[in-house]
């Protein structure tokens, strides 16, 4: 919310600042600029010897404001220096990730777990700095990190790989000069998921990924029930669940094969996901949902 004479409230100054709300109130809190006055802030001497001020409107009430060029009050900008960042902050160094996908990969690497608070921070996330913060407005749990974080060895191999994974192949127009720091292509069937699976398109390695992070234990290439040799991509023991990769152009004799499956799923009535080439982007809103029609949250 910004003012029209051109104040701006803590809310907004924080978004310009590009820090954490709630790290924004806490220095003003920690420095003697603002208090809780029951359900409200106000401004103490010094924070309005700093510029502070009261805004009133009618769908707020009376709020704190700040002159525009606070910004470069060294305070604050001793904040931007220190900022700590969270999983979102983080998807700008990987911006083929999701927040809930760094999320997930935090936590497989033990720094955090996931409650029905929120996001957690576990003693091994501590000891890199983590701290446990919760939302003014919804009360979940989240962590914030130092910067530093970001280069730890063990999370930028994660993270990166992750990414990597993520990243679908554009067409090579002989044009574009290959990044120094990309991982070399793998051969089909040689990919790998994070949990070890050997796996055949990076689009298997995603939903596999997912899968895993997700906590959901799944098996590869799982025979159907049925006396032909037909395989699942992925099976769910829990649920019963089969998800089926479907690549943007299947080969003519896989595609047999996959239309076979797919009456056999209907004939014994089983539960089967199938997730497409161009799903690959969102797989939280098509896992998700579908595996919450079949009762299985995550």
């Not at 919310?1 to 806490?26: C, E, H, N, W, Y």
């Not at 003693?123 to 009360?139: C, H, N, V």
């Amino acid at each position: 919310m910004q003012p029209d004479d051109g104040k701006l409230s803590t809310t907004a100054l924080a978004r310009k600042l590009d820090i954490p709300v709630q790290q924004l109130f806490s220095t003003l809190v920690d420095h003697g600029w603002i208090r809780r006055a029951g359900e409200h802030w106000s401004l103490t001497p010094k924070g309005e010897f700093e510029g502070g001020s009261y805004k009133k409107s009618e769908r707020y009430g009376s709020y704190i404001v700040w002159p525009e060029q606070l910004e470069g009050h060294p305070l604050l900008a001793a904040i931007e220096s220190n900022q700590r960042i969270s999983a979102v902050n983080l998807c700008r160094n990987y911006p083929h990730l999701h927040a809930r996908q760094i999320n997930r990969a935090l936590a497989e690497l033990g720094l955090q777990h996931h409650t029905l608070l929120g996001w957690e921070l576990t003693p091994l996330g501590k000891s890199l700095g983590g701290q446990q913060e919760e939302s003014r407005s919804s009360g979940a749990f989240y962590v914030t990190w130092p910067q530093e974080i970001a280069d730890n060895p063990v999370v930028l191999r994660e993270l990166g790989r992750q990414s990597a994974q993520s990243i679908t192949e554009a067409p090579d127009d002989g044009q574009a000069e290959r990044d120094l720091f990309e991982s070399a292509p793998e051969e089909a069937g040689t990919l790998r998921g994070i949990d070890g699976h050997v796996l055949d398109t990076p689009l298997q390695t995603a939903v596999c990924n997912w899968l895993y992070l997700a906590q959901l234990a799944h098996a590869h290439r799982r025979a159907l029930p049925v006396e032909e040799a037909l395989h699942a991509d992925f099976y769910l023991p829990a649920g019963n669940i089969y998800i089926d990769c479907w690549e943007e152009n299947v080969p003519a004799g896989q595609l047999s094969a996959r239309l076979q499956k797919r009456e056999v799923y209907r004939e014994l009535d089983l539960r089967v996901l199938e997730v497409n080439a161009d799903d690959v982007e969102r797989l939280d809103e098509v896992l998700g949902r579908g595996l919450l029609a079949f009762g299985i949250r995550c």
